[in-house]
């Protein structure tokens, strides 16, 4: 785990630094636009470096028991319309078609800090093993009592044995992504325990 998060986190933080500098040094000579684009890029590293380390928190207290499940009612919706906002550039980066379709307002019971993980872990993971050009989608819905959401994307798919790894929590190798981004791996073993903890069922 250590070496998996020096290694991962130094990349988007070398990425911080380096537009950093450019912003401080060479802020007499941008554009507005040159701007815009260095603060996405940063957004974007920050991001990047966030998910890391939220993956990694959550997983160290699901290991040692700590983990508090706190239920409440919040709307779904506007939760996915943020995560939708949050990963809009990285699919620009990789030109990628990403959408949001919510069919109506739906509020749902459950801990919301572990469903936003949860659903940010599968946007992120759909971004990054969707190649350029194609497209990843969000859809939600009521179906019956429950809130029913999908994560589609024309990525690369899993092998029947990786999914029944993944579901069984079995350690899983790590995969790139199509632009070889990289991740601890633990993401997926985390959206599983939290739905489960959330009494609802993941399907790949």
């Not at 966030?50 to 919706?77: A, C, E, K, R």
């Not at 990786?162 to 079995?170: R, T």
Request: proline share 2%; net charge neutral; with cysteine.
């Amino acid at each position: 785990i250590f070496s998996i998060l020096s290694h991962d986190l130094r990349s988007p933080l070398t990425t911080l630094k380096g537009f950093l500098s450019i912003l401080i040094d060479d802020s007499e000579h941008l554009s507005k636009e040159d701007v815009r684009k260095h603060a996405s890029s940063i957004r974007n590293s920050v991001t990047s470096s966030l998910d890391l380390i939220d993956n990694t928190l959550f997983w160290s207290l699901s290991q040692t028991g700590n983990i508090t499940y706190t239920p409440s009612d919040f709307s779904l919706d506007e939760m996915l319309q943020k995560i939708g906002s949050l990963y809009q550039l990285t699919a620009e980066k990789k030109q990628i078609q990403f959408s949001v379709e919510v069919e109506e307002k739906v509020t749902v019971r459950g801990d919301e800090n572990m469903i936003y993980v949860t659903l940010r872990n599968l946007v992120s993971n759909a971004l990054k093993f969707t190649p350029e050009g194609k497209s990843v989608k969000i859809v939600a819905g009521k179906n019956h009592t429950t809130a029913e959401i999908t994560v589609r994307d024309q990525g690369v798919g899993m092998s029947p044995s990786y999914v029944e790894k993944l579901l069984a929590e079995d350690q899983i190798p790590l995969k790139k992504g199509t632009s070889n981004e990289k991740g601890t791996g633990l993401g997926l073993i985390l959206c599983k325990k939290f739905i489960d903890i959330n009494h609802g069922k993941m399907r790949v």
